[in-house]
């Protein structure tokens, strides 16, 4: 921070830092400077001069622009004066000139800074009786975003972020004078992953979002802080309904996170909360494939005694749980205490054999927070596309390297992240041990790599699975690689939304509440006391050993929490069988999925907006997610279904609110004690407190270790990996999103096409190690040479599963 420095700002002293930009310094000493092309994340530009103020520097008195001026110690400022006053009305005189005077149908109507402004510094009435110019109206520049260009007064707020921040210059000025607009290049939409923040931070009506366009005016709205439910890196949104209906969310600038962008999925991934598929009332399976409704009660008693029977039978090992990272903190850890305490079973696991060790997500040492990348002198990216699959921490990323941080990324294919990159590695997976070997010696091309990692000054490494065919063990051998570096540390990749606030709660064989193992004898003895019941030091099976399990016979029945192994696991004909082969399957979701179609039991959740609690992202921060809305017929939130479980079994998990679960989890949870409820409302903790506390403790401090993996090799490997829009049930159920499904294609090098005699386009029958698909070619010259690169998450393409070979047959 810059040392501080004496202004006088409207007659008064004031000590502000120094060199920031006056505009800010005198927001913060509580004096509004109107503006309309400043925004606080952007560079500053000085286009819309609707900011002029007074400026005397010893030379007197001057008119300038406060967005551009930095503060100097003896600046004199005068905000008000009849000059500043004069220039502000001329400013808005000519803004007008041409904005159509259309405020009662303009969706901006009523939060429109432009409307605010001219009634607070405007000049009252317009000499300009000319006729206005017109343009086509509205016209669409993607499928989420309309543009009016009559309403646009050219502040370029729209065009910067794109270019700065985002890096897709999709949308930007064209022609000149009068003629001045926003426009679209031709046969290229703005189909950016960001193209709703513009929408926000337009200041008129220029740009409108289709999901929201005519739907409510913000009078009529009910707004509450919460965290986007859609990835791990736990944006703070602002969730708005009207008449019990989810309408719209917005950013909240929370500098930890997101500082006030969004990803569109995140922004306009709600409308699946109001479908009208949702899950209203339990189902019983009728045993013909078809599911009848009943009352709570039948289906508990139904459940019970199955239950019942089966622990009778078989043991309590005999049942198992899946899945825990859609809901929140306290639904996660009465799941656990569900299956734990009161069925007797450590079969559970968050993750679907696409993530990696619980232990290294939960616990890796030592652990980077989102904002150590702004202070990092290196960052190394070896993961998941995180612009596909983590798009916020993208943007951090990005902004990172243009202010000055060394970047480099690992990834078999191009990512968004290479043109800001000082390198971008690439290599077939399966041969990721032979390139980390490398990296680490720094021979050959790769001196100048490891010569950067080793210099001084903070490293953070951003370590995951670059895709599904990756051993996930490659990933603990790049974080202890990174561990070694001078002043590093790690962030673990995750996808799933609250995947980490579900292994904290002990949604893992290997893990207990709280950052604990359950190889630890003190923290057995501990949860046993707290929940008057011996914890088994038995580690379960996780979901890949359950899917086994059920197909095997060892496991007899499980209960599927939000999780969908038949469209998510590698292999959806082996999930898919062990549901079938299973004697009881319960299945706890908002919707009918692949997997609860196969359900004994179907019983409705209440989900986000719905229900209140916290999670935990993927730097380990806790964050608060509010209710606002009410689920639709008898759905009820999860932790509230587990209790009545846990009654209709004989016994109780103490569930009685969201705030009361809590304050078990903070007193129960080693790394989660001393941070209360209050805490994360008000105050500083609104922007989320980093776990654990200043009282909390970590029993469990994971340190990765390479084990030394051997490289492995394919005549041509498969990159299977996930996309921003895919498949996935709430995505499907958001009509503005699914249609942005990108579909599966087989990518290949086109040096690899030559080779392979593959041209562009044409159809091929993709074979993995679990299936097949019929997928259109496309050339890709990022992609490294002998790969297929084949998107996951779309309905075509998965189920080809997790092997590293894979073939290609052209079809005539």
Not at 234 to 246: A, F, L, R, Y
Not at 583 to 602: C, E, G
């Amino acid at each position: 921070m810059a040392d501080p420095v004496t202004i006088t700002l409207d007659g008064v002293e004031r000590e502000v830092e120094g060199g920031s930009l006056l505009i800010q310094a005198a927001q913060d000493e509580g004096t509004y400077i109107p503006r309309f092309c400043w925004h606080p994340r952007m560079k500053p530009v000085g286009m819309c001069r609707m900011c002029l103020v007074e400026v005397d520097t010893g030379r007197g008195p001057a008119l300038t622009t406060s967005c551009t001026v930095p503060c100097s110690d003896g600046m004199v400022v005068d905000t008000k004066s009849d000059v500043v006053k004069k220039a502000q009305e001329g400013v808005l005189e000519f803004l007008l000139i041409n904005h159509p005077l259309d405020c009662p149908v303009c969706d901006r109507g009523g939060e429109c800074p432009l409307q605010d402004q001219t009634m607070a510094y405007g000049p009252g009435e317009s000499r300009f009786v000319e006729e206005k110019r017109h343009f086509e109206k509205p016209i669409e520049i993607s499928e989420l975003v309309l543009l009016d260009r009559e309403r646009c007064i050219l502040c370029a707020r729209c065009t910067r972020f794109s270019d700065e921040v985002s890096g897709d210059p999709l949308i930007e000025f064209q022609e000149r004078g009068n003629y001045t607009q926003v426009l679209t290049f031709p046969n290229e939409p703005f189909r950016s992953y960001f193209s709703g923040n513009t929408v926000q931070i337009c200041p008129v009506g220029a740009l409108t979002a289709r999901p929201y366009r005519f739907r409510a005016r913000p009078w009529d709205l009910d707004a509450v802080e919460s965290t986007c439910p859609h990835c791990a890196v736990g944006c703070t949104i602002s969730v708005q309904s009207s008449q019990n209906q989810v309408l719209r969310f917005l950013g909240v600038d929370n500098e930890p996170t997101n500082q006030g962008w969004l990803c569109d999925k995140g922004r306009f991934g709600f409308e699946y909360i109001s479908s009208a598929e949702r899950l209203t009332v339990p189902l019983v399976s009728n045993g013909s494939g078809d599911f009848e409704e009943t009352t709570w009660s039948v289906a508990m008693a139904v459940i019970a005694e199955w239950l019942q029977d089966l622990i009778a039978e078989h043991g309590p090992d005999s049942v198992a749980g899946i899945g825990g990272t859609r809901g929140t903190n306290e639904d996660a850890y009465t799941f656990g205490k569900l299956l734990r305490a009161v069925i007797g079973t450590n079969h559970i696991d968050a993750q679907l054999d696409d993530g990696l060790n619980p232990e290294f997500l939960a616990a890796v040492t030592p652990r980077a927070t989102i904002p150590d990348l702004d202070e990092a002198a290196t960052i190394l990216v070896w993961g998941p596309d995180l612009k596909e699959e983590l798009p916020v921490l993208y943007l951090r990323v990005r902004q990172a390297a243009q202010n000055g941080a060394n970047l480099v990324v690992v990834h078999p294919r191009g990512t968004g992240l290479d043109d800001v990159a000082t390198h971008s590695l690439s290599y077939v997976p399966g041969r990721g041990p032979e390139l980390l070997e490398s990296l680490r010696s720094g021979g050959g091309d790769l001196a100048a790599v490891r010569d950067l990692v080793m210099a001084e000054g903070p490293v953070v490494g951003l370590v995951g699975r670059t895709g599904l065919t990756e051993d996930p063990l490659l990933a603990e051998g790049v974080a202890a690689f990174v561990r070694d570096l001078p002043g590093a540390k790690i962030m673990p990749l995750g996808r799933r939304s609250n995947l980490f606030g579900a292994l904290d709660m002990g949604l893992a064989p290997s893990l207990l509440p709280g950052r604990a193992t359950i190889a630890s004898a003190e923290a057995r003895s501990d949860l046993s006391v707290e929940w008057a019941t011996p914890i088994s030091e038995t580690v379960g099976r996780d979901a890949a050993g359950i899917i086994a399990g059920l197909n095997e016979g060892a496991v007899k029945g499980v209960i599927l929490f939000g999780a969908d192994p038949v469209r998510d696991f590698s292999d959806p004909a082996s999930a898919r069988a062990a549901l079938e082969n299973a004697n009881l399957v319960v299945a706890i979701d908002q919707f009918l999925t692949d997997s609860s179609r196969l359900a004994n039991v179907v019983l409705p959740a209440e989900g986000f907006t719905e229900t209140e609690g916290t999670v935990t992202n993927l730097e380990g921060r806790l964050q608060k997610v509010a209710r606002l809305v009410v689920g639709p017929g008898q759905s009820r939130p999860p932790w509230s279904i587990f209790e009545d479980l846990a009654l209709s079994l004989g016994s109780s998990i103490g569930a009685v609110s969201a705030a009361a679960i809590y304050k078990e989890i903070s007193e129960v949870a080693p790394a989660y004690r001393g941070i209360t409820w209050d805490q994360l409302e008000w105050g500083p903790g609104r922007e989320g407190i980093v776990v654990p506390g200043e009282s909390g403790e970590q029993p469990l401090r994971y340190v990765p270790v390479d084990i030394g993996l051997d490289s492995r090799s394919a005549r041509l490997a498969l990159h299977s990996a996930r996309t921003l829009y895919d498949d996935g049930v709430h995505v499907r159920h958001s009509l503005s999103l699914a249609q942005l499904a990108p579909g599966a294609f087989a990518f290949i090098n086109p040096a690899d096409g030559a080779r392979l005699g593959i041209a562009d386009g044409v159809l091929a029958r993709v074979t993995g190690s679990s299936g097949s698909a019929d997928l259109e070619v496309r050339h890709d010259a990022t992609l490294a040479e002998g790969v297929v690169y084949v998107p996951a998450n779309q309905e075509e393409a998965w189920g080809l599963g997790d092997g590293l070979e894979v073939k290609l047959e052209v079809l005539t």
